[in-house]
């Protein structure tokens, strides 16, 4: 397979990902409506410009059909920014006004048959001031990231942020090509299906509507840490997770905050939810048992009781997934060792 053919094969599936993933934004009505929306339609800008970069090397468009794909560039930037102020922001009453942002996109769609787009000094300032109009909203937006960073959810301030520098590797590979350093035209096809790759590993792993789930939050990221680590420091302390009936209403009362709060605290730090949480401590705390010489003749279900699990299958079934070896084979491993 040629050098071409596979640069066209990785830029075809790319596309075909970012419209299963516009689809999927479209469609999905779990998590924050609007925001979903917007990220499709960022998305669907970039789709529609890069498509036309593909399609331009391979085929003969027409200047209004290679107009209409750069317009996408000016559909992208306003939704960037529109998308980090709903998720980040919070903002709850998204004013129509704000919608005046897409003129540029709607003047240069409707009227893309007149633009143009001929190789002339007009048409390079023209196709200039689209990615000067992209890169006006992606400073915005990471004006809006570097605000917001500290208060927003951990995990979609970090899929924001990787939005914000798949954007701008995009826009600095089309402005490095027309500068001449990157002769190599349909690349920025590639920087896009690996921000589409990137954005679809980080929702099959923790879906939109879950990492959404403590947008409204009034808890900020530093207090959201501060209570981690004293949650943390009872557990060191005091051993609390050796109680079998711990439960999360316990934990919650134990650091003077609501069960929803500590749910939110545990998950954003840690990525897990109470119970994985604290598994890990018992988890941990049965390995120096299974390896310590004083219970050494002990059963398995004596350590599971001592570590704080109620019954012993759901201590192996936590300990194997840990560890991917049961008890017995984790304490004759590191025996025979």
Known sequence: MTQDAIVLVLSCLGLAQAIFLCTYLLTLKKGNRKANIFLALFLLGLTIRIGKSVLNVYLDLEPWQRNLGISGILLAGPFLWFYGRLLLGREKNFAPKNYL???????????????????????????????????????????????????????????????????????????????????????????????????SFLLLKRPLFAMEKYANSAMDRAS?????????VLFENEHSYLDSDLNLNQAAEKIGISPRDLSQVINENEQKNFSEFVNGYRIEKAKKLLTDSEYEQEKIATIAYDCGFGNVTSFNLAFKAATRLTPSQYRKQLGAA
């Open 101 to 199: 942002h897409l003129i540029p996109f709607i003047g240069f769609a409707v009227f893309c048959y007149f633009v143009p787009n001929d190789g002339t000094a007009l048409a390079f300032w023209i196709y200039l001031s689209v990615f000067i109009h992209l890169l006006i909203y992606l400073g915005l937006s990471v004006q809006l990231f570097f605000k917001f960073k500290g208060r927003a959810n951990f995990s979609i301030s970090a899929m924001y942020r990787n939005l914000l520098l798949g954007t701008a590797l995009i826009w600095l590979f089309y402005m490095g090509n027309l500068a001449g350093i990157f002769p190599f035209y349909i690349g920025g096809a590639i920087f896009f299906s690996l921000l589409v790759y990137v954005l």
């Open 224 to 232: 959201s840490e501060k209570h981690l680590k004293h949650l943390k």
